[in-house]
């Protein structure tokens, strides 16, 4: 365990070894030590990024395990993230006897964490909330409080606990240590640090993009109610077997599972509208294996911790550039390869580019994939799968069952109908025969053209100057507004051509100054006004 050289006990590195940590990651690198020495301190770092253990190895360090009283607190946005980060707390207290976290949550029974909390709990793990509940009730007391973490602070005053936030701090000691971790920064955040924490230090991870490398990030263009055949596509064909699907509505997450029910795909919903027993029970089945699509809305976006998700799948465009940037760090963790999909629908495309420019990632567009590209994708999955099974040694040989089947049919014919029996076994379905795209639009005819719009030319106006031709003998060219090469020059006296004899033009050019000739001349007879051009002979 060199690599986590910090001054930490032997406890917690057996502790952290047996969680299979083999480096610090950025965050952890640049929080532990300050934490360690008592400092205040603001963590900013894309979701995923270790920043639970960034401030729990500090804070298992500084717990007294002997005294019973609550030494530590951490406010979660969310249950299942308050419960998962007490879980994280106890694995790096396993060595250490007597420290106890425990996670309080509002949809729990209230008595058994009255029960927990009497019997004594070091480190307290709960939502704004909740832990105001137990505050008013004289159940938790925080005045021997030595540090305070603030998870995922910009989610928890967007759901607008800030007065709760305020409340608790202003009921701890005024020495106790702060820290504030936050995958992004607004100006609220600012704000609060400023008001509650001391000389903090601004941590923050370098990075380019908003989001991790490890996501691939794509978009596709798609009408409102091809969105279900499209998903159901996207996990054929990339062969997914663990995906979550994020909505904005909790009637869009019952219609998102009945659809991909009855498509045979095993998903489940979680929204608010859940009891707090049935969202285990779904978070137990989706942890378990036996659920492979979670549909959720953005409860689940910040309290989600499992590191074998596949794809996040945006089936709504999120909101804002936050939730986009929190929803999409539930893939791509601990190192992996991640992949986020975001269906979008007519002028939402403006609003993701928004969020491009924003979060500075590469986020590529992509065609929806037609009933051809997911059987040649099988296909092909197929095959690699069938030749390292030919190819494995040790695999069991079934030759007479190979005989039965070439007795009957030929190879060609027994593959063709082997590949047909796995695409039913499969269970999965989608329409083919349907096409999805977003025809492009036609292109406009071109305009055709028309002659110059403005003052009538001479019919010879534009020919090339030909000293041989009648009409140009004599003539030389001139430079006019109109053409190089229009083969006369006006007149600056009264604009008739320069060689008497020929005829006059019916040109007037108001840029040349001037004065027109007497077929362009306004006459007002009846007004009695005068010619224009004429001089005032009474002046």
């Known amino acids: 365990m060199e690599n986590f050289s910090f001054d930490i006990s032997e406890e917690t590195l057996r502790a952290i070894q047996d969680m299979g940590y083999v480096k610090p990651t950025p965050i952890q690198e640049m929080t532990i030590e300050p934490l360690l020495a008592g400092k205040d301190l603001i963590g900013q770092a894309q979701t995923g990024t270790g920043k639970t253990a960034a401030f729990g190895i500090p804070l298992v360090e500084m717990v007294d395990a002997s005294e019973k009283c609550t030494q530590a607190i951490v ?6 993230l308050a419960v998962q980060t007490a879980g994280e707390i106890a694995k790096l207290a396993k060595y250490r006897p007597g420290l106890r976290a425990l996670a309080v949550y ?9 029960r927990e909390l009497k019997f004594g709990a070091q480190v307290v793990v709960g939502t704004p909330g909740r832990v105001m509940d137990h505050l008013d009730r004289g159940t938790l007391d925080l005045s021997q409080v030595k540090i305070c973490i603030l998870d995922e602070a910009d989610e928890m005053l967007d759901m607008g606990f800030r007065d709760d936030i305020e409340t608790i701090l202003s009921r701890t000691n005024d020495s106790r240590q702060t820290a504030l971790f936050s995958a992004t920064m607004p100006f609220p955040i600012m704000s609060l640090a ?36 499209l998903l159901s596509r996207l996990l054929i064909m990339g062969d ?3 995906a979550l699907v994020f909505m904005n509505t909790k009637l869009g997450v019952e219609e998102a599972v009945t659809a ?11 929204h608010g509208d859940m009891r707090q027993i049935e969202r285990d029970a779904i978070m137990a089945r989706f942890k378990a294996g036996t659920i492979g699509i979670l549909i959720s809305t953005d409860v689940a976006a910040r309290g989600l911790d499992i590191d074998d998700v596949e794809a996040v799948f945006n089936y709504d465009i999120p909101l804002d550039v936050e939730q986009y940037v929190h929803r999409i760090g539930r893939t791509g963790r601990a190192g992996k390869q991640g992949r986020a999909y975001t269906f979008v629908v007519g002028r939402e495309l403006s609003r993701l580019w928004e969020y491009r420019k924003i979060t500075k990632a ?13 059987q040649r994708a099988q296909e092909k999955r197929f095959i690699e799968r069938a030749l390292s099974i030919a190819n494995d040694p040790e695999r069991e040989k079934d030759s007479e069952s190979v005989e039965k089947l070439l007795s009957g049919a030929s190879a060609e014919d027994v593959i063709s109908a082997l590949l047909k029996l796995l695409d039913e076994a ?11 795209r977003i025809p492009e639009p036609p292109k406009p005819a ?5 002659a110059a719009s403005g003052f009538a030319r001479p019919a010879f106006a534009g020919k090339p100057y030909d000293r041989s031709r009648p009409q140009d003998a004599g003539r030389r060219p001139a430079k006019t507004p109109y053409s190089r090469d229009a083969g006369f020059k006006r007149d600056r006296r009264d604009g008739n051509d320069r060689h008497p004899g020929k005829p006059q033009r019916n040109f007037y050019d108001p840029r040349q100054n001037k004065t027109p000739p007497e077929k362009h001349r306004t006459t007002y007879p009846q007004s009695g006004r005068r010619r224009s051009g004429e001089r005032n002979e009474e002046n």
């Open 75 to 80: 406010l979660s946005p969310t249950r299942e």
């Open 106 to 114: 509002g949809g729990q029974p209230i008595e058994r964490q009255l």
């Open 194 to 229: 400023q008001k509650y924490l001391k000389e903090p230090e601004y941590l923050k991870v370098a990075n380019p993009t908003m989001t991790v490398d490890a996501i691939r990030q794509t978009y596709i263009q798609i009408r409102s109610f091809h969105k279900a055949e």
């Open 240 to 242: 997914i077997k663990r």
């Open 260 to 270: 991909l029910q009855n498509r045979g795909f095993a998903a489940a919903g979680l």
């Open 362 to 374: 590469p986020i590529l567009a992509e065609q929806p994939p037609s009933g051809k590209d997911i």
């Open 426 to 436: 499969s269970g999965k379905s989608f329409h083919p025969e349907l096409d999805i």
């Open 446 to 450: 071109p305009k055709p053209r028309t």
